[in-house]
């Protein structure tokens, strides 16, 4: 039996005050609904391992704080990530339309700026009955962005784990690609020993 590769990834959550980033991130990994609201400052993290075809995963996801007045220092922990989950609420309309301005913050931080950077945007809190944002308008602005997006219940475990699921496959794809374009500039750049002459 050949040992599981390992592999670890670092993925980001992000999104307006309020949406459900860290009530998503906690039903995920311990699948558990905390009815209180605390916001997050700056940042928190937590792991989960999973296994995805031969490859064992850990996911380090990092949930950021959606308040204004943190976005630049929450924006430092964008770096080095390796894919991103977009949240809004869709019973507030306003948390959907920052999600330009959220993604184009995260995409300015990623180095190289790509457009191949996995992310997949979840539209929270489903279960509730006062929605604001029709799911075609959410799918319209995804299909637009080539996003997969995903309707969610924190509370009610509706599709948490397939969205995080589907964007840890995604960075994983990527992350290979680029070890794969590291291998091939590397064999390049390696001096032929066929052309080496002894003295």
């Known amino acids: 039996m050949n040992p599981r590769k390992k592999v670890d990834l670092k993925l980001i959550i992000v999104g307006a005050i309020g949406v459900g980033k860290t009530s998503l991130l906690h039903q995920y990994v311990h699948k558990t609904f905390y009815e209180e609201y605390q916001t997050t400052l700056g940042a928190s993290i937590l792991s989960k391992i999973i296994i995805l075809g031969d490859t064992t995963l850990k ?23 390796d894919g991103c989950i977009l949240a809004f609420d869709v019973t507030d309309l306003e948390s959907f339309e920052a999600l330009d301005i959220w993604r184009g913050d995260v995409l300015a931080k990623i180095v190289p700026m790509e457009q191949s950077y996995p992310m997949v945007l979840l539209g929270n809190k489903i279960d ?17 962005k080539d996003i997969p997006y995903f309707e969610v219940s924190a509370k009610n475990d509706i599709n948490v784990v397939q969205a995080f699921e589907m964007l840890a496959s995604r960075a994983l794809t990527r992350y290979q ?12 750049l390696s ?9």
């Open 59 to 81: 996911l380090q996801i990092w949930d950021t704080g959606g308040q204004e007045r943190f976005r630049s220092m929450v924006s430092t922990f964008y770096k080095g990530s």
């Open 191 to 199: 001096p032929d020993p066929s052309r080496s002459r002894c003295c």
């Open 128 to 144: 509730l009955a006062d929605r604001k944002v029709p799911q075609e308008v959410a799918q319209g602005w995804c299909r637009e």
């Open 177 to 188: 690609s680029i070890l794969e374009n590291h291998l091939t500039e590397s064999i390049k």
